[in-house]
């Protein structure tokens, strides 16, 4: 049995990070972010234990279990690879392990499951230690350590990444400074009051609890995509806003279709990162802006809602309220914040959560280079939380080859997957009819 013997050190969770771990607890939803792989190659135990052990040491609190103190939660207690590492030969395994939920108190937050003959490899990570931005880099990096080990090539046990803390990424006196305090104020008490009045529509489900999620993915090539741009740039937007507006308008066309809902207006979580220049900080440096617009009009003027109102919130800094009015929860006794932090009823009250990704690391490209062709990525699919009220959550990410993938997680006590499919080609259509 592999231990990490890092350090003694504890690493106290952020009050975002505590929040998962509240949410999951007093909602029943899953808070797990993942993504399973088909691979062609072949390796063995002991490069998977190579990666683990290269990971955990460059990010020592994905190897660490949560322990509640005094005052707040830190990552404290050290796990074995063996807590890390699952290795299953059932084909339907990958499946199963994804709609189980992790339990930080009592297991790693960072999981890896091979599905051993199947070429089947899967990563998960519970949402307190990684959001989806670090944890794209998480999965890039485990794979990189993989395909170097895979090749034979000796790789020295990197510098642990240091934590990183909410005051390195934003000055309280520097936004007094710049009279950024107000509108940062005024959007928070905004936001507080949206989620009382929930003005903005439901995506139209089935039943609005807790179940199994599943994925649907569609992609896009390079010919679609660059048609997808060349609009973007005749109105005036970027792609990811044309992306957001057509996941509202595939929103608000659903609705119809149901007959369940007339109200147009759709609000959608898109999130800004805190960390400017700490890419490889692991934990939660994302903070979301809810944009609220009309999905009835046409999809440029959407598009153009989306961008205006993003861009103003953004300079005003607006992404900075909930983290920085919220900072001294962390030092909250459990109990206590558990039942401060989460009211399920209106906790994510947003019609739905929408994540644009530009990567510029070609990953397919990295595994078969560093691992000298010994290994290939032939295809992903990847997940993310969705919230009680929202049924589904929409992750868009463009690959330096120029294709989209467009991921919809889903619940499925929430939608079929016939539900889903037809969600998704409204989706597709809105984009890619212009």
Same mark, same amino acid.
């Given at each position: *049995?592999?231990?990490?013997?890092?350090?003694?050190?504890?690493?106290?969770?952020?009050?975002?990070?505590?929040?998962? /771990?509240?949410?999951?607890?007093?909602?029943?939803?899953?808070?797990?972010?993942? /993504?399973? *792989?088909?691979?062609?190659?072949?390796?063995?135990?002991?490069?998977?234990?190579? *990666?683990?052990? +290269?990971? @955990?040491?460059?990010?020592?609190?994905?190897?660490?279990?949560?322990?509640?103190?005094?005052?707040?939660?830190? %990552?404290?207690?050290?796990?074995?690879?063996?807590?890390?590492?699952?290795?299953?030969?059932?084909?339907?395994?990958?499946?199963? %392990?994804?709609?189980?939920?992790?339990?930080?108190?009592?297991?790693? #937050?960072?999981? !890896?499951? %091979?599905?051993?003959?199947?070429?089947?490899?899967?990563?998960?990570?519970?949402?307190?230690?990684?959001?989806?931005?670090?944890?794209?880099? =998480?999965?890039?990096?485990?794979?990189?350590? =993989?395909?170097?080990?895979?090749?034979?090539?000796? @790789? #020295? =046990? #990197?510098?642990?990444?240091?934590?990183?803390?909410?005051?390195?990424?934003?000055?309280?006196?520097?936004?007094?400074?710049?009279?950024?305090?107000?509108?940062?104020?005024?959007?928070?008490?905004?936001?507080?009051?949206? &989620?009382?009045?929930?003005?903005?529509?439901?995506?139209?489900?089935?039943?609005?609890?807790?179940?199994?999620?599943?994925?649907? !993915? +569609? /992609?896009?090539?390079?010919?679609?995509?660059?048609?997808?741009?060349?609009?973007?740039?005749?109105?005036?937007?970027?792609?990811?806003?044309?992306?957001?507006?057509?996941?509202?308008?595939?929103?608000?066309?659903?609705?119809?279709?149901?007959?369940?809902?007339?109200?147009?207006?759709?609000?959608?979580?898109?999130?800004?990162? =805190?960390?400017?220049?700490?890419?490889?900080?692991?934990?939660?440096? @994302?903070?979301?802006?809810?944009?609220?617009?009309?999905?009835?009009? #046409?999809?440029?003027?959407?598009?153009?809602?989306? $961008?205006?109102?993003?861009?103003?919130?953004?300079?005003?800094?607006?992404?900075?309220?909930?983290?920085?009015?919220?900072?001294?929860?962390?030092?909250?006794?459990?109990?206590?914040?558990?039942? *401060?932090?989460?009211?399920?009823?209106?906790?994510?009250? &947003?019609?739905?959560?929408?994540?644009?990704?530009?990567?510029?690391?070609? @990953?397919?490209?990295?595994?078969?280079?560093?691992?000298?062709?010994?290994?290939?990525?032939?295809?992903?699919?990847?997940?993310?939380?969705?919230?009680?009220? $929202?049924? &589904?959550?929409?992750?868009?990410?463009? %690959?330096?080859?120029?294709?989209?993938?467009?991921?919809?997680?889903?619940?499925?006590? &929430?939608?079929?997957?016939?539900? !889903?499919?037809?969600?998704?080609?409204?989706?597709?259509?809105?984009? /890619?009819?212009?």
């Amino acid at each position: *049995m592999l231990e990490f013997r890092t350090l003694n050190t504890k690493w106290q969770l952020t009050q975002i990070d505590a929040f998962f /771990v509240a949410y999951q607890e007093q909602s029943g939803i899953l808070m797990n972010l993942g /993504v399973e *792989m088909e691979l062609k190659g072949s390796f063995k135990r002991q490069h998977l234990e190579d *990666m683990i052990i +290269q990971l @955990i040491h460059r990010y020592p609190p994905l190897g660490r279990k949560i322990k509640k103190g005094l005052f707040g939660l830190s %990552w404290q207690d050290a796990c074995s690879v063996d807590n890390i590492l699952c290795i299953d030969t059932d084909e339907n395994a990958v499946t199963s %392990w994804r709609n189980k939920p992790i339990d930080p108190f009592s297991e790693p #937050p960072f999981q !890896v499951l %091979w599905v051993k003959g199947k070429n089947q490899l899967a990563i998960r990570a519970h949402h307190s230690v990684a959001d989806g931005e670090s944890f794209a880099i =998480l999965w890039f990096e485990a794979m990189d350590f =993989l395909a170097k080990s895979i090749s034979g090539e000796t @790789i #020295p =046990l #990197p510098t642990p990444v240091p934590p990183l803390k909410l005051s390195d990424l934003m000055s309280p006196l520097e936004l007094l400074r710049r009279k950024q305090i107000v509108p940062i104020m005024n959007y928070t008490r905004w936001l507080a009051k949206e &989620a009382k009045l929930q003005r903005s529509t439901r995506l139209a489900i089935r039943e609005c609890k807790p179940g199994d999620i599943e994925i649907c !993915v +569609q /992609v896009l090539d390079k010919k679609a995509c660059d048609l997808i741009k060349k609009y973007s740039r005749t109105i005036g937007v970027f792609p990811a806003f044309l992306c957001a507006a057509a996941w509202a308008q595939a929103i608000h066309q659903w609705n119809t279709i149901r007959n369940q809902n007339s109200n147009s207006i759709v609000s959608l979580e898109m999130p800004v990162s =805190l960390r400017r220049r700490h890419h490889h900080s692991y934990g939660n440096f @994302i903070s979301p802006l809810t944009i609220f617009v009309d999905a009835a009009l #046409p999809i440029n003027e959407i598009a153009r809602q989306f $961008m205006k109102r993003f861009n103003l919130e953004y300079r005003n800094k607006s992404h900075f309220g909930v983290p920085l009015f919220t900072s001294l929860a962390k030092y909250l006794p459990w109990a206590l914040f558990r039942r *401060m932090a989460v009211t399920p009823t209106s906790t994510g009250f &947003a019609t739905s959560h929408f994540t644009w990704l530009e990567q510029k690391v070609d @990953i397919f490209s990295n595994i078969k280079n560093f691992s000298n062709g010994a290994l290939e990525l032939v295809s992903y699919k990847s997940y993310v939380s969705v919230c009680l009220l $929202m049924g &589904a959550a929409l992750t868009a990410v463009l %690959w330096p080859n120029g294709t989209l993938h467009l991921s919809i997680t889903y619940r499925k006590t &929430a939608l079929t997957e016939t539900d !889903v499919r037809q969600i998704a080609d409204l989706l597709r259509s809105a984009l /890619v009819r212009q």
